[in-house]
Nanobody, 126 residues
Framework: QAQLVESGGGLVQAGGSLRLSCADSGRTFSRNTMGWFRQAPGKAREFVAAISWSGGSTYYADSVKGRFTISRDIAKNTVYLQMNSLKPEDTAVYSC???????????????????WGQGTQVTVSS
């Protein structure tokens, strides 16, 4: 059964760091593109980063480029989002998602991804 489970969220001060994890417990998406999205209260879901199945290609939203790093450990069936230099505007629920139709395409629209985790809250205080 396909299941994505995020962890690693929490409360951090501005300038701090967090590392989010997304575990693919069913080992379903080891050969698919994975992405991270976030949604702040009252706002639309926003693309953060995507990674190809091998980890060889990545794609970032301009708002996080240079601060966030997406990576994956294929053996552990886990995708990570390392977040550094966090800002209050990074506060949101962060969700990982799988594009089961692609291994290499890196897309930024939520509707291009068909499996989603429940999300983990990240709160950055000023």
């Amino acid at each position: 059964q396909a299941q994505l489970v995020e962890s690693g969220g929490g409360l951090v001060q501005a300038g701090g760091s967090l590392r989010l994890s997304c575990a693919d417990s069913g080992r379903t998406f080891s050969r698919n593109t994975m992405g991270w999205f976030r949604q702040a209260p009252g706002k639309a879901r926003e693309f953060v980063a995507a990674i190809s199945w091998s980890g060889g290609s990545t794609y970032y939203a301009d708002s996080v480029k240079g601060r966030f790093t997406i990576s994956r450990d294929i053996a552990k069936n886990t995708v990570y989002l390392q977040m550094n230099s966090l800002k209050p505007e990074d506060t949101a629920v962060y969700s990982c998602a799988a594009d089961s139709t692609s291994r290499y395409r890196l897309r930024s629209r939520p509707y291009d991804y068909d499996y989603w985790g429940q999300g983990t809250q990240v709160t950055v205080s000023s």
